[in-house]
């Protein structure tokens, strides 16, 4: 298959400038998942488990398959920025998916991941095996070290607070409580801080515009949510720690 150039560099424009869009809208509105979810309003909810796996699948399912079907295979460098996105995807839609205890989530949600998955797999996953370009000595830049240190770091802290988030309650138990320990000693939001380092430590290692837009989305959309969580946490706890941010550390 041949570079889709302009593919390519429209589908990057629109994460940017759609990002950007969605970052004003939730600056005054909830998107309606998680605790932000009205079960009054009719409309049909999928199952936690079930939304989370197939909205996650294609992120991991279209390079998986544009590998598979690509005759000429890349570099060793390609090849370990590749598997590098899909390690996210995989633990997204086969293990956290699987471990979620949250709510039901609205259908057009998920049909709107599902369909934003897909392209963002197909961008990721065509620029990496089909156009980029990086010399033989790519392995030893900093760039990339730094890069994928970024990465596995905030990899480690998005895992680590699911696990906390998940066993914040006992079996039985609905109402919500202060998350303690790890990052969000720091800030509300450390498993939302964990993945925005983790594709902005992807953007530096594979110093691409298709990498950068879908950090620079993904900041945008979970950034303004965190903000909300954050207010909600300061609401309803009279003893919650003052000192913590939103969602970077020290700074926001």
Known sequence: MLCQENTIHYCSWTFVVGGVLYLLRQITTHTPYGRYVDTKVPGMMVPAKAAWFFQELPSFLVPVLLFLTTESLPGIGRHLLLWTFCLHYFQRTFLYSMLTKGRPCPLHIVVYAVSFCSVNGFLQGHYMLHCSQYHSEWHKDTRLITGLLMFFTGMAINIHSDY???????????????????????????????????????????????????????????????????????????DYPKSRKAVIPFLL
């Not at 309650?169 to 983790?198: D, T």
């Not at 902005?200 to 950090?215: D, I």
């Not at 989305?217 to 965190?226: K, L, M, N, Y």
């Open 164 to 238: 906390i988030l998940r066993n914040l309650r006992k079996p039985g138990e609905v109402s919500y409580k202060i998350p303690r320990g790890g990052m969000f000693e720091l800030v509300s939001c450390a498993n939302f801080f964990g993945e925005i380092v983790e594709w902005f430590g992807y953007a530096v290692a594979t110093w691409s515009f298709p990498a950068f837009s879908f950090a620079l989305f993904t900041f945008c959309s979970i950034g303004p949510r965190a903000y909300h969580h954050h207010r909600y946490y300061l609401e309803k706890f009279k």
